[in-house]
């Protein structure tokens, strides 16, 4: 493998190179809000609430600038299976990160290690291939020269998501020949090294038509479009039909990408695809470990209580797939036996989850589901911040920055307990100055989740006092008060901000970039009327992404 490790740590290389954050004892706090007050009006939800249109009255058609994407750890096992039917987690060497709040990979790869770590799961990959790959069942066809050529250079189009040009063909045959020379299963295994280790396999890069450019917009080729169409909807390389339906130069306007969209929203890839964005988006699936540690917090003693949990909360959006609404306000949540005995939900359960209602409970939607709740606390007292951080970020999408450490300092000393965790926030957050702004902003929106401790366990009284979740948050230029977390999530689903912030939410995710509104502005605003005029089931705000100039094009360079 002598010759093909320096082909593919030149290649690698390459790849890398494209594209080159003391005071008193305090005791009394504030006044709480008022024990019962009046509830927020209850008009007659839209399936998607109107959001007024204003980014695209100057006609200009604009978009952000490509991102050179490489495959995640999961997006590349997906690939190598589909590809070859490789089983396994190929892709284990890849360290994932944050990128844009989703789980992703880095650029451009930097470290020889890593470098390393594609190059042995090529070889694995190939190695296998030999066993998974119906082409390469008959040994005796290894040795023929014509079949291997024709096998590579269709095993090429698909991996690389677009047609080799003669000269790889040409190049991956050399390597071909030369591994033949210890037999012809060695030959294939140094061709198919090649292919998986290329950079035109790890990266998704996206160069666009520029002889084809409209303006400052370059249309991506129908391969490119095909590649990003696939990876958004089923996190992997496209399917035969697809690339048939590209190589006939069929994907070149808004109409015929929305067609193979639909087909592939349908899929199970795509439903489980859809399940990756949100639970990525209430970050119950991190790139952070402390997660992890946190939804094991829900029931220590339980081996498959992460498991549960995500499972749990996926059935949960599947059943929430009809409406927006439902999103918030689903009062079903899904068990099974281990998790029943987790949660204490009376009954008999087997392994197959069954919805149950826990109205006692207070909990509806979502941002009801321990999932949620468990992986957004605090080990102290200070949950309610940190679930009115992640709200604010990913469900309203107002940002607040997060405090330096020395913020830290101007907080007064609270020297012993008071009564229950939003009382010492409030005292705490009404005294720091400097924090009082941000904290006025985010904290409502955690204090309607004072009913569930760190673990995500519902709580009515925290010793003997009991718990207050009323507060008042202000979303589409009013003011709602809520009394409790199910108002609160009804309040979130009829607002158009929320609405519009989801829709921010699936760009990110699709193109691995925060919008920008002076370019992606209109873009965004026809996917939300897209999305309404389709009727507002969740799978349809993934599709109507699909038909923008942000999906279609990429910005031009000078």
Not at 161 to 180: C, H, I, Q, S, W
Not at 427 to 456: I, Q, Y
Not at 476 to 481: E, R
């Amino acid at each position: 493998m002598g010759g093909c490790r320096s082909l593919l740590f030149g290649l690698v290389t390459v790849a890398s190179c494209i594209g080159s954050i003391e005071p008193d004892d305090v005791i009394d706090s504030p006044p709480s809000p008022a024990d019962d007050p009046a509830a927020p009006a209850d008009p007659t939800p839209l399936p998607i609430p109107t959001v007024t249109q204003s980014a695209c009255v100057d006609g200009a058609r604009k978009t952000g600038p490509a991102v050179l994407a490489r495959l995640s750890r999961d997006e590349l096992t997906a690939s190598v299976a589909d590809l070859v039917r490789v089983g396994g987690d190929p892709g284990s060497f890849i360290r994932p990160l944050d990128r844009n709040g989703y789980i992703g990979v880095s650029d451009p790869i930097a470290d020889p290690e890593t470098q390393l770590g594609y190059l042995l799961a090529a070889e694995k990959i190939a190695q296998q291939a030999l066993q998974t790959v119906p082409e390469l069942a008959d040994a005796s066809k290894l040795g023929d020269p014509v079949y291997v050529r024709a096998f590579l250079a269709s095993l090429g189009t698909r991996a690389f998501r677009r047609p080799m040009t003669p000269t790889e063909v040409d190049e991956t045959f050399k390597l071909y020949t030369k591994g033949a020379a210890f037999g012809p299963a060695e030959g294939v295994v140094w061709a198919l090294t090649a292919i998986f280790g290329s950079p035109h396999f790890i990266y998704r890069i996206e160069l666009g038509l520029p002889q084809r450019a409209e303006g400052d917009l370059v249309p991506l080729s129908p391969f490119e479009r095909a590649s990003r169409l696939s990876y958004f909807l089923t996190g992997s390389t496209p399917d035969a039909e697809l690339m048939a339906v590209a190589s006939q130069n069929q994907l070149g306007d808004a109409a015929q990408l929305e067609r193979q969209a639909r087909r592939l929203i349908a899929t199970d890839a795509s439903r489980r695809r859809m399940n990756t964005f949100f639970r990525q988006w209430l970050r119950i699936e991190s790139a952070d470990a402390n997660i992890e540690e946190r939804l094991r917090s829900f029931d220590p003693l339980s081996p498959t209580v992460v498991t549960d949990l995500r499972a749990s909360f996926t059935r949960m959006v599947d059943q929430a797939g009809t409406g927006f609404a439902d999103l918030f306000t689903s009062p079903r949540f899904h068990v099974n036996r281990t998790l029943a005995r987790s949660w204490g939900v009376a009954g008999t359960f087997g392994v197959d989850y069954t919805p149950v209602r826990l109205d006692a409970e207070l909990r509806t939607g979502v941002l009801g589901h321990p999932a949620f709740l468990a992986a957004n606390a605090s080990d102290g007292f200070a949950s309610a911040s940190i679930r009115g951080k992640l709200l604010s970020d990913r469900v309203t999408c107002t940002p607040i920055p997060s405090p330096s450490d020395d913020l830290f300092d101007l907080f007064p000393r609270i020297t012993r307990p008071l009564a229950t965790d939003r009382k010492t926030l409030e005292v705490l957050h009404s005294n720091s100055g400097t924090c009082a702004a941000c904290h006025k902003a985010l904290d409502p929106l955690g204090f309607a989740f004072e009913n569930f401790d760190r673990r995500g366990r519902f709580r009515a009284t925290q010793g003997t006092t009991p718990i207050d979740s009323s507060g008042e948050v202000t979303l589409d230029g009013k003011s709602w008060p809520y009394r409790n977390a199910p108002e609160f999530s009804a309040i979130l689903a009829r607002s158009a901000t929320v609405s519009a912030c989801l829709a921010r939410q699936v760009f990110r995710f699709a193109l691995d970039r925060h919008e920008d509104a002076a370019t992606d502005g209109c873009s965004i605003e026809r996917q939300l009327a897209g999305w309404q005029k389709s009727g507002g089931g969740l799978p349809d705000l993934f599709v109507a992404l699909t038909t923008t100039d942000a999906f279609l094009y990429v910005r031009k360079q000078p």
